[in-house]
């Protein structure tokens, strides 16, 4: 019996052969996306790689990314929470956050959770919460590897000082424990502390003068974090004479590797996170993989004076609007 295309047509219907899946439907999605601070390059060039991968992968598979960008001017781990709530009440499709402090964040974050919208962390975890996944460095390992590239400047021999930023930071945590396991392996140095700051560069230069005021015999500081490097004549002295090893590879820093101030940044993939951040969003809610996690890590990249100036043409990307 011979069957007419209109009835092969109908047929099909009924079974719901025709219909397209859900991943290949177009779809505008909105992204909340909450960094530490503004106008910290760190995080602009995140939201830089974020915008990039909206565009890219809103491109490939046929839809519409936007980033809802909201982050306090300084560091304040209650307004993040707060637009976390405003992003679950505008009606979100996920959430992007780099914590200050994970405990005044974990409620909000499984709120928004429970509310069926996915969160996902980078440099900043909040490892308790219900995020599906967390973006960044070991940062555990980061200290190791600050302590353990200074003490190879020192040859084994000297008296060293840290600084680190947010206490409350669960990933600066990571970094001071590192820091201070890999000292253990050292007999020939001495490692004065690690001494705290609120994370902008003027509080990270007044900590490191009043330190050296009373301590003029340090030879070596590890800064776990690069904030003091986001000023101008940040460390008052000749440079070589006091061996310098930083995280991060903001271009502020850059200056302080050409005038041998600092021997060696270890660079983190700022924009990368950002990247990734969308990328994995997509995964998970447009393409319904599974994303693998709960944590993504990434290298850091050794920036030196022999490779500095190739290194600082990344930035012209990373900052791109």
Known sequence: MRVSFLAC???????G?????PAAEKKSYT??????????????AARSGANAASRELGSKYGITIKID?????EEDAQKQADYIEQMVLAGVDGIIISSSDANKLNDAINRADAGGIPVLTFSGDAPASKRFLALGIDDFE??????IELAKLLKGKGIVAAIDGNPNAANLQQRAGGFRSAAKAYPGIKLLDIYYHKETPQDAVAKIEQVMQAHPEITGWGLLGGWPLFTEKALNWPPGSILCVAVDGLPPELAYVRSKHVQLLLSQDAYGYGYNSVARMIERIHLKKK????????????????????FAKNWDKWLAK
């Not at 047509?9 to 079974?15: C, K, W």
């Not at 052969?17 to 899946?21: E, L």
């Open 291 to 310: 994303v693998p996690g709960p944590i993504e890590n990434t290298p850091l990249t050794p920036v030196t004076l022999q490779n500095v100036d190739a």
């Open 9 to 15: 047509v109908a047929i099909g219907l009924v079974l």
């Open 17 to 21: 052969t025709t219909k397209p899946s």
């Open 31 to 44: 992204f909340g996306m909450i960094a530490k601070s503004q106008g910290n390059q760190f995080f602009e």
């Open 142 to 147: 980061c200290g190791k590897q600050t302590f």
């Open 69 to 73: 960008w909201r982050t306090p001017n």
